[in-house]
T-cell receptor
């Protein structure tokens, strides 16, 4: 079954404790992306990756890091989480972006993060 | 720069009546436009997309949207609302020059019995 898998689904942590949210897709998609969803703000893009070893900032990258060492995986890293990073996070993938922006994105089920 | 404005944060309709969710966009290049739906505590599902083919786009569950370049709009409609349509709806824009996807702030649709 084609899917985007995020782990964990729920996470409670404390300020400053490094964490990683994993994202994996089994569709051989080139493009992957992370979003955060906050009430009244919709989804905002954090980082995206056009392919292996190619990543770029979205609209709200501060406090986050990503890596794309393999095509299928795109982990989101919070080196020193703060309470303002409490949010619902979604990973997404699509066949390609940019010139192929017409390709639809497939979303993971989401990770609800609380930073105390 | 790209942007998306969803003109209503909340819309309430009675079951069986038409649905209209409004979206205006801004893009310097030929845009791709999408509508996604998010049911409570669920992920996002694509309803439909526009990618410079037919201006009237049909999606799943009876939804459709019309791309109007002169009005820079991409409103979502459905002739007859069903209780199961209650959800949050997001309009999204991207274009061939950028790898970014810009989401609107969402419209929460409530369907009254």
């Amino acid at each position: 079954e084609a899917q985007v898998t995020q782990n964990p689904r729920y996470l409670i942590t404390v300020t400053g404790k490094k964490l990683t949210v994993t994202c994996s897709q089994n569709m051989n998609h080139e493009y992957m992306s992370w979003y955060r969803q906050d009430p009244g703000l919709g989804l905002r893009q954090i980082y995206y990756s056009m392919n292996v070893e190619v990543t770029d900032k979205g609209d709200v990258p501060e406090g986050y890091k990503v890596s794309r060492k393999e095509k299928r995986n795109f982990p989101l890293i919070l080196e020193s989480p703060s309470p303002n990073q409490t949010s619902l996070y979604f990973c997404a993938s699509s066949l390609a972006g940019g010139l192929e922006a017409k390709n639809i994105q497939y979303f993971g089920a989401g990770t609800r993060l609380s930073v105390l | 720069a790209q942007s998306v404005t969803q003109l209503d944060s909340h819309v309430s309709v009675s079951e069986g009546t038409p649905v209209l969710l409004r979206c205006n966009y801004s893009s310097s290049y030929s845009p791709s436009l999408f509508w996604y739906v998010q049911h409570p505590n669920k992920g996002l599902q694509l309803l439909l997309k526009y990618t410079s083919a037919a201006t009237l786009v049909k999606g799943i569950n009876g939804f459709e949207a019309e791309f109007k370049k002169s009005e820079t709009s991409f409103h979502l409609t459905k002739p007859s609302a069903h209780m199961s349509d209650a959800a949050e709806y997001f309009c999204v824009v991207s274009d061939e020059r950028t790898y970014k996807y810009i989401f609107g702030t969402g419209t929460r649709l409530k369907v009254l019995a």
